[in-house]
């Protein structure tokens, strides 16, 4: 079983920038996968971004060149760095991660983003 905790959310104004931490109680090592994923109210939970073993990063279209994964191997902890944030990022954002082939997901933060 592998814990996710997650912080970070909050409101912003257009523009703006947030960073969300995500804490595993899992060693990254360990895991195949681990990033990000958000839901918007009445659209499906989508990928935002995602490291896999190794250093291969993915992230979604509508975010690249805005949002930056990484990732800190002694606090077995991932962040997402949010800038110029827009109105349509706004959604619940979960953390997930991957170990073999079960997908682990935190309890999720939301983010605001005013126009």
């Known amino acids: 079983q592998v814990q996710l905790v997650e912080s970070g959310g909050g409101l912003v104004q257009a523009g703006g920038s947030l960073r969300l931490s995500c804490a595993s109680s899992e060693s990254i090592f360990r895991l195949n996968a681990m990033g990000w994923y958000r839901q918007a109210p009445g659209k499906q939970r989508e990928l935002v971004a995602l490291?896999?073993?190794?250093?291969?990063?993915n992230y979604a279209h509508s975010v690249k060149g805005r949002f930056t994964i990484s990732r800190d191997n002694a606090k077995n902890t991932v962040y997402l760095q949010m800038n110029n944030l827009k109105p349509e990022d706004t959604a619940v954002y979960y953390c997930?991660?991957?170990?073999?082939?079960?997908?682990?997901w935190g309890q999720g933060t939301q983010v605001t983003v005013s126009s």
């Open positions: 490291f896999f073993s190794g250093t291969t990063n």
């Open positions: 997930t991660a991957r170990k073999l082939t079960v997908n682990y």
